[in-house]
């Protein structure tokens, strides 16, 4: 019999039970490459991330799930993993982590996490009109700039105009599955209010057939630092992000750009379980 220890812990988190949660199996080694699926679904939280020894220059190498398939980059699994790793080998504040992506940089004061991101690409969506179909809102509560937007994992970044607009935004499936679908085959759509340096977001995708919503998406996070850029922002600059609010799950987080236009999200840790997995 094998054991397989993990850990489960709430990232954006400012309270116990807030956050987004995340599954990390602390040591990936024993596992066959057909049970690293079937214990993410087991868990059945938006992400599951394995932890394997590091290959190049990081502290570990690490794969991240989610039910739909691999990710090559996420922001609340690689902050969550990373307090992990820095107790599992005595990492320190200031380490990588190796990701399909990359080595991606990340440092800590205590519980707060920061991850540094990759610089992003852009590319135009559909038409405002076709977004807000999708959206459910009239086409003038769509501001100018929706993009794609990929500094790990693309996502459809749409900007409204308030946040009652987002509110009550509910995504429609053939629409997102229509005008959501990114170059991987995932539909997804993240929207967003800014405010001065105050952001209120909400993270959506397609999975089998119905529409989810995340409470906390640090990809999407990453993303809106490097459309932000695109539209002229300059650093040092940051942002306050809450997401979540519909989910009953708050989260916090935060993006930072520096005087060199590098791209940071941040976001507290909060380990909340241990246990081990069985396996033949």
């Excluded at 996420?74 to 504040?93: I, M, N, Q, Y």
């Excluded at 809450?242 to 941040?266: F, P």
Aim: charged share 20%; glycine share 12%; net charge negative.
């Amino acid at each position: 019999m094998r054991r397989v220890d993990f850990q489960i812990l709430n990232v954006f988190a400012e309270t116990r039970f807030g956050g987004n949660p995340l599954a990390v199996i602390e040591d990936a080694t024993a596992l066959r490459e057909d049970e690293l699926m079937p214990l993410c679904q087991q868990f059945n939280l938006s992400e599951t991330t394995f932890v394997f020894p590091p290959q190049a220059g990081g502290a570990a190498k690490v794969r991240i799930f989610s039910p739909d398939g691999e990710m090559p980059f996420a922001g609340h699994p690689t902050l969550g993993t990373s307090h992990v790793v820095r107790a599992l080998k005595s990492a320190g504040d200031a380490f990588s982590l190796e990701l399909p992506v990359g080595e991606i940089a990340v440092t800590a004061e205590g519980d707060r996490w920061e991850l540094r991101a990759n610089p992003g690409t852009t590319r135009a969506p559909a038409s405002d009109a076709e977004l807000a179909a999708m959206i459910g809102c009239e086409p003038s509560a769509i501001l100018p700039g929706a993009r794609w937007v990929n500094t790990g994992t693309e996502q459809l970044l749409v900007p409204l105009r308030d946040v009652e607009t987002l509110r009550a935004a509910h995504p429609d499936h053939p629409g997102l599955e229509r005008c959501g679908t990114n170059a991987k085959g995932r539909a997804n759509v993240s929207l967003f209010v800014i405010d001065g340096a105050g952001v209120t977001s909400r993270y959506f995708w397609a999975h089998h057939g119905e529409v989810r919503e995340d409470p906390g998406t640090g990809s999407a996070c990453a993303n809106l630092g490097a459309w932000l850029l695109e539209r002229g922002q300059k650093g040092p600059a940051q942002w306050s992000i809450e997401q979540g609010h519909a989910t009953g799950r708050i989260n916090h987080l935060g993006l930072r750009l520096d005087a060199e236009g590098r791209i940071y999200v941040s976001g507290r840790v909060i380990p909340l379980m241990r246990g081990s997995i069985t396996l033949d």
